[in-house]
Every structure is written in C-alpha cells, then in structure tokens.
C-alpha cells in the first residue's frame, strides 16, 4: 500500500546548483512544514545533478549550455511523480522559461517569489540592493522582476561583483568559515551605504553564509521564500 | 548537453523515512565527497516520501506493511537513473531482500556496513551496544549481521527501550533540544555500564541527537558509515 494524500502535491526539485544549496533547500522545506510525524511531511523527489554545466559560463558565453541538464533533470521528476517543480538556484532561472515550455508543469519560480515578497511584506521599498551571480545579473532576472514592481536593482560594483563570484567558488569549493562569512557582510554593506533599503539573497550560496543577524537591514533570502512557497503550492494547490 | 561520468554511479536514496534523517545523510554525501567544484560532485536521486507507513507498527503488526511504497520508491529511482540504491533507515532493512529481489539493483546495506565497519575498524570489539527502534530490535537485523562476526549485541531493557522510542518521536516531531540530547546520553550511559565497548547509532535519528563527544566509548554511525560507503561505491564501483 502507498499513502500518498490526493490533496497534497509531490514537489520536484530540480538540483545540485550546488548540492550544498540544494541540500540547505531540503531542509527548510522540512522546517516549514507543519508535522508532527514523517507522514505528515510532503512527498519530494530531488534531482541533485551537479554534473549540469555551469551556469554563469554558459550565459557568458565561455562555455556549453545547461539546458538540457535541465530539461533531463525536470522530465525525470515529472515522470517520477512531480506535480511542481523548483529550481533552489537563481541563475538557472534564465532557462526557466525554456524548461516550463518542454515539461509543461506548474514551476514555483524563486525570482518571482522573492520580489513578489518584498512587494507585500516590504512595500514601500524603492531601492533594492542585489547579491547574485554574473550570470543572473547578465539575465537582469531580478532588475525585470523588481522593475514591473516600481524598484529599483543595486548591484555590487564590478570589481566587488569579481570578489562575490570567488566567495561564492569557494563555498562550493571548501564551505563557510569566519573569513568567508565577514567578506560577504562587507560586501552587503557597500549595497547598504548606497542606500539600499533591502538586501536580496539572489544566490542560493548566499544563505550558507549569511542570515538576519549579519545584516543592519532586512535580508531577503530567497531560498527561505521559496521553501515557504513550496509548501504553500504543495498543501494549498 | 549533459554531462555524466561514466565512471561514476548515480546514488538513488528511498527517503523519507523520516526527512532529516534523509536530509542529513544527503548532507554527509555531500561533506565525504572530495569536491572543488558542483560538477566534482556525485548525481543523487532522493525520492522522500514520509508517506511510507510507519515501519515499526508494520513489523510490530499493528499497521500496514510499508513494502509497496518501498518498492514504489525503488523502481521509481531505478527508471529516474539511480545505479545503487540506499535508504538511510535501520528499520526499513527488514525489508531490503524484498525490495532487492524485485528492483534488482546495487543496495548499499546500512546495517551489513555499519557491522562490517566494526569488524574492521574495533576489531577487539565482543560486546557491542545497539541504540535502535522497535522493528530493528525485532527483526534482529545486527543481532544477526553481529553475531556473524562474534559480537555479542546488548539493546536496552525494555522500560528504557520504551523510553527510546519516545525520543526518536520526539525528534521527528519537534527536532532536539538539551533535554532530548541529555535522556538519549543517559540511555547509552545504561549500555556503556553494562561493558559495551562500542555504541550503534542503528537509527537514522540518532546521530541528529548524539555526537561523538557525548559518549565515553567509541558511537558508531550507521548514517556517516553508510555515507562515506555510498560515495566509495560511486566513485569506484
């Protein structure tokens, strides 16, 4: 016999961008869900492909495209069982459209939940200040996201923009310590002296390193509103 | 393009059982997985789903048998891609040669690898200490994988075992606080003065609650063992 509630989703995680950050995703869908015993939690089926090419490379230019990484990885969760799919990596989001337009499932989309919270939890914001990858930067994922909704996007200058990407590389590469995580804060506080009013969590490395208590300002963390979201879509339709 | 050594086996875990027991054997793959960069990283499908009836009550009787949803799981990550497969669960093993003989896949056993580990590395070892569910107990799971290596297995007197089962539902329900973490030690203190020279941590929800440093003698962690065997096993075969 197989329990499976008809009422809940089965939600598929299309991951390893890195595992680290997938594996971070994992667990704060499990934190925010309601349950007080493992049935009551939801079905996830994980995807954890780190093979999937490098992102910021590819919409660089310098190296081969993810898509169809991507494309495998969200055909074998819907053939699985996936009713929603998720992607807990923000750049992978410029192929999501593509992906959407191949599997033709309901896809959670973290840029979308991310300024879409900011607009109703922080609404008189005006000024946004950007922790994310070259790569979604390039795809102005967050400028088009937070523009329709009248903010404004800073990002780091493009020399500490250089510095973000090695921290980001060397939390795949060796995870978090002291070093990385005092860097990282001073690199939000070059966003805050510009004025930002909040600062995004655009890069799902970034909530390995940094949380509220690091930050004078409120830090939206995408990873966190994704997972929040997931069980709302999952329990909720 | 996607890219997948050839070389390496893709991990399928049947989770769930319960997800942060899942999730923090997915985060030990992880950290055992020599890595600078996400594509060094090993491909690992999860299927959790808590949905699995509650083992325990099946083997005790009193439930319904979770075999189908394993097996469910099975195929599911065997048709996803998965070339060995894990559960990070002591219990479901009393149902591993069922699963085995219908998916007919690599399985990575957590209980013949944790005894294999004691063998090997506690090769003094007669007596050994067994901190394990209800179903595990009954279905002599290392017991039987023990006394095949002359280690005699000593579980708690039944009041205390009773105790135990409290707290893994306890840690399932509400995760682990102190007093969780000080009732588990006291527990294993129980074994340790009956001449146990080793723990087992022959529950997946064990090492959420106790670590190394809170015991006297050496704990032995099926879910770390398990772990490091699985990215052994990928990587070489």
Do not use: W
């Not at 390193?209 to 979201?229: C, M, N």
């Amino acid at each position: 016999m197989e329990i499976d509630s008809k009422s809940e989703k089965t939600i598929g995680i299309i991951g390893g961008l890195g595992p680290q950050a997938t594996a971070d995703f994992f667990s704060r869908i499990i934190r925010n869900t309601p349950a007080k015993t493992d049935q009551d939690h939801l079905h996830v089926i994980i995807d954890n492909n780190p093979k999937t090419p490098n992102r910021n490379n590819a919409i660089a230019g310098t190296g081969p495209s993810p898509f169809d990484s991507f494309k495998h990885s969200a055909l074998r969760l819907k053939q699985a069982g996936a009713d929603l799919l998720v992607m807990p990596c923000n750049t992978a989001h410029a192929f999501k459209d593509a992906i959407v337009s191949v599997v033709n499932t309901q896809f959670i989309d973290i840029v979308d939940e991310a300024a879409s919270h900011i607009q109703t939890h922080y609404s008189g914001v005006r000024k946004a200040g950007l922790l994310a990858a070259d790569g979604c930067l390039q795809s102005r994922l967050y400028h088009d996201a937070l523009s329709k909704r009248k903010i404004e996007t800073l990002s780091l200058a493009p020399d500490l923009q250089s510095n973000f990407m090695g921290l980001i590389y060397r939390v795949k590469a060796s995870g978090v310590n002291t070093e990385v995580r005092q860097a990282m804060m001073a690199l939000a506080d070059t966003l805050i002296d510009q004025g930002v009013e909040v600062v995004i969590a655009g890069c799902t490395e970034v909530p390995l390193v940094l949380g509220q208590d690091d930050l004078s300002i409120p830090l939206i963390d995408s990873t966190e509103i994704l997972a929040k979201q997931c069980v709302h879509y999952a329990r909720n339709g």
